[in-house]
């Protein structure tokens, strides 16, 4: 069955409000990200259509395969999936945003593809659950590796992104987004320079509300907006 993208958008964009009203916080404070995986470009143009223009892909390879299709559209694109070493360049030349930076060599590497162009805007992972099967830093690392990229020039460190486990009762995962935030918190107070830690990238559709409900200025989700995928990626 299609689902109506704009009208998915609408009611996301709806629920952001009302979560931030809630708490306190002014809506355009939350940046919304469609992650669009697995949909073919022209939902990618639906969205866009209905005012999107922030889109996410979780892979190098798939965005690269869509995008000639998205040529002119005046859209920002991030990465929001683990990255290997060997993508590091093709990734440079296709976002301008990586939500997913976990080690200092894959930093290095994104910053060697062009150290002399535009800084690329990324955001540390952190796996805060310790899930062995996720990607991330650890938070032992965390600090270290803000430090690092903080060094490299055309890198601008925004802040810290999460993909906590997954709980059917959402409000189980509550303490991860706090923990997030206060993890960017005690980065922020070392006050390195070029680290601003003012993005916290956490809440997909199962649980964006609470996410912006402890401080998320992104929010990346998916399935709201485009509608169940097929595949489990
Ligand atoms: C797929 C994905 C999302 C979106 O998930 P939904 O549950 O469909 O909203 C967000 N972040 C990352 C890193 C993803 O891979």
Not at 41 to 47: G, L
């Amino acid at each position: 069955m299609e689902s109506n993208i704009a009208d998915n958008l609408a009611r996301v964009r709806e629920r952001i409000e009302t979560a931030c009203s809630r708490s306190g916080r002014p809506s355009g404070g939350v940046k919304l990200v469609g992650i669009s995986k697995t949909f073919p470009a022209e939902r990618i143009r639906q969205a866009y259509e209905a005012g999107l223009r922030d889109f996410g892909e979780n892979r190098v390879q798939e965005a690269a395969s869509k995008r000639p299709e998205l040529a002119g559209l005046n859209a920002t694109w991030h990465l929001v999936g683990h990255l290997q070493s060997n993508k590091a360049r093709h990734a440079r030349e296709l976002f301008s945003w990586v939500h997913s930076v976990d080690s200092e060599k894959i930093a290095r590497k994104l910053h060697e593809a062009a150290p002399d162009a535009a800084p690329l805007q990324v955001l540390l992972e952190v796996n805060l659950g310790e899930e062995p099967s996720k990607f991330g830093t650890g938070e032992s690392e965390v600090m270290r590796l803000a430090e690092q990229v903080g060094s490299m020039p055309s890198l601008e460190l925004r802040g810290l992104m999460t993909v906590p486990p997954f709980f059917e009762d959402a409000e189980r995962v509550r303490p991860f987004f706090a923990r997030l935030r206060e993890l960017a918190g005690r980065i922020a107070a070392m006050k390195l320079p070029s680290v601003s830690m003012r993005d916290l990238s956490m809440g997909m559709s199962h649980d964006f509300e609470i996410a912006i409900e402890e401080g998320a200025t992104i929010v990346r989700v998916g399935t709201a907006i485009f509608g169940k995928r097929d595949t489990k990626v």
